[in-house]
């Protein structure tokens, strides 16, 4: 210790001293600088010498020195102002901020009151809106006050917003707006107000068998009965479905069928290696064009609160970039318990030409769109994580379906809140019985035993919700409990080291005949079998 003290002592004892040192040195500057009395003695000492030349050369040298000390004392004191100027206490500057933006609202509700009393003016003079140029210059002249009535005759105007942009204001340019392709959405809507005659008479059963028939009638699709059930049924289970298989199942055609049968084409966003945040999704604002950067997903989220048909937004190869980079703000936001909180963030300020739809900067996500994810399982694709598959229901298509004939069958018009209100029918009409809870309470029980792996809160509720509109399509309970446990929960198994577990497999299949029966739960033994022979 005795060591490392002298060390101490001697090592930063040097530092420290030169800093004193340069601290004295400029104390000497300084004293010195401003020694003007012992300078004073100094001229009286060599003034006897001095002559007329070096006389004046004295008076320049000591006007100098003056100048320069008071340029650096006026550098020191900028430099401490600048430093100071803006040092605002925290609470001072949180109620600067808050004034800030109470004047910036209402200074929007000033406009907004000004744009009214300049419409009930126009109104009063007898114009209509498509004669209407200028109007705060027609009516009102800052230099001489309002123009009388009788003086507005034959002045040429265009049409203005009396109002902040609404679904029942007239048109905007969208060149004028920082959204261009939401604003020609709202512009196409405002001209085309049409509600469809929907089929509001139709059971679940009645449109999975419509749609099967329809894709293979019309877009020579053929899928399985069990599939078109299973992905129909997930509908109501979750708002995310991971269609994942080889390449050339139909993975994407399935749900652009689906958009095909209920007249509202899907939308396709091929996701792509790069993406890697929420603004691949959302687009974003350009500070330098101050345009917003809008996407077909963000475009197609916005349009879908135009209508009440069934929509799907297809993420095309999901995977190929890690889905919980750029999705993660998307699962975050479907977990919401109320409907009324699905919103997209997309801007902080408000603009009086900004979408309809834009409140407060946000876009509300319709309880009309679901969000299917497709999936390649190959060396080019990252895995999905559990936080994905959690909440979503993922669907196996591995193998084509044979071609069929069938009598044409048409597209339909069905309403999502029709749709919605069958699968509502369904839960409370086909609960899970109790007697299949009692078996999953016991498969549950069996998974922890054995293999540490257990039923969430969240793979029951979809597994309650899941299960009566699998029923309501014209399946069965225990087909909907096999396609549950195997999708949502022995999914779980890979992560497992099972090439030392085969026998606890062997003996879990045992278990499944012995539970549900020899002849049920295919699914399920299958992919136990699967597991078996590849790990």
């Not at 430093?83 to 109620?95: E, G």
């Not at 993420?315 to 975050?332: Q, T």
């Not at 792996?453 to 969240?458: I, K, Q, S, T, V």
Request: some cysteine; aromatic content about 14%.
């Amino acid at each position: 210790m005795d060591s490392f003290l002298k060390y101490f002592y001697q090592d930063f004892g040097m530092i420290f001293r030169a800093f004193l040192d340069v601290l004295v040195a400029i104390f000497d500057f300084f004293s010195y600088l401003l020694n003007f009395p012992q300078r004073i003695e100094m001229i009286q000492y060599y003034y006897p010498e001095f002559g007329v030349a070096d006389m004046v050369m004295v008076v320049v040298a000591n006007i100098a020195l003056i100048v320069l000390i008071a340029l650096l004392f006026f550098l020191i004191i900028k430099l401490l102002r600048k430093i100071f100027r803006f040092h605002v206490p925290v609470k001072k500057y949180d109620a600067l901020v808050k004034q800030v933006q109470n004047l910036q609202r209402d200074l929007i509700r000033a406009n907004y009151e000004k744009d009214k009393i300049l419409a009930l003016k126009v109104a009063e003079l007898g114009l209509k809106p498509d004669q209407v140029k200028d109007v705060t210059d027609a009516l009102y002249d800052p230099t001489k006050g309002p123009v009388e009535d009788d003086n507005t005759e034959g002045t040429e105007v265009l049409p203005v917003n009396t109002n902040r942009n609404t679904v029942d204001s007239p048109c905007i340019d969208p060149s004028d707006s920082r959204f261009f392709r939401l604003t020609e959405v709202d512009n196409y809507y405002k001209l085309n107000k049409t509600v469809p005659v929907y089929d509001n008479d139709i059971t679940l059963e009645e449109f999975c068998d419509q749609f099967h028939r329809f894709a293979s009638s019309q877009l020579k699709l053929y899928y399985e009965t069990r599939l078109i059930r299973h992905f129909i049924a997930s509908l109501g289970a979750a708002r995310i479905v991971i269609l994942q298989g080889i390449s050339g199942t139909g993975k994407t055609s399935l749900p652009y069928a689906f958009g095909k049968f209920v007249k509202i084409d899907t939308t396709v966003v091929s996701v792509q290696p790069a993406w890697r945040e929420r603004t691949e999704l959302y687009g974003y604002f350009n500070e330098f064009t101050k345009r917003y950067t809008e996407t077909d997903f963000l475009k197609a989220v916005y349009e879908a609160n135009y209508y009440r048909t069934p929509h799907m937004i297809i993420l095309d190869e999901m995977n190929i970039a890690r889905v919980e980079y750029y999705f993660a703000e998307m699962l975050s936001i479907l977990e919401m318990p109320l409907e009324s909180e699905w919103k997209i963030d997309v801007v902080n300020s408000i603009w009086d030409n900004d979408p309809c739809l834009i409140n407060q900067g946000k876009i509300p996500i319709p309880n009309n769109t679901w969000f299917i994810g497709t999936i390649n399982n190959d060396d080019s694709t990252f895995a999905v994580s559990d936080k994905v598959y959690d909440r979503a229901i993922p669907i196996d298509l591995d193998t084509r379906a044979e071609a069929f004939e069938c009598e044409p069958v048409e597209a339909i018009e069905i309403s999502t809140d029709h749709l919605i209100e069958m699968f509502d029918e369904a839960k409370s009409k086909y609960p899970v019985s109790d007697e299949m809870l009692d078996k999953l309470e016991k498969v549950n029980q069996y998974l922890i035993k054995y293999f540490r792996l257990a039923f969430g809160n969240r793979i029951m509720k979809q597994l309650r919700d899941y299960v009566p509109c699998y029923i309501a399509c014209g399946g069965t309970e225990i087909e909907a409990i096999d396609f549950i446990i195997a999708k949502k929960v022995l999914r779980k198994f890979e992560s497992l080291s099972l090439g030392f577990m085969k026998d606890e497999l062997t003996k879990f299949q045992d278990y499944l005949d012995k539970t549900f029966g020899k002849d049920q739960m295919a699914i399920c033994k299958e992919y136990v079998e699967y597991l078996k022979k590849n790990n």
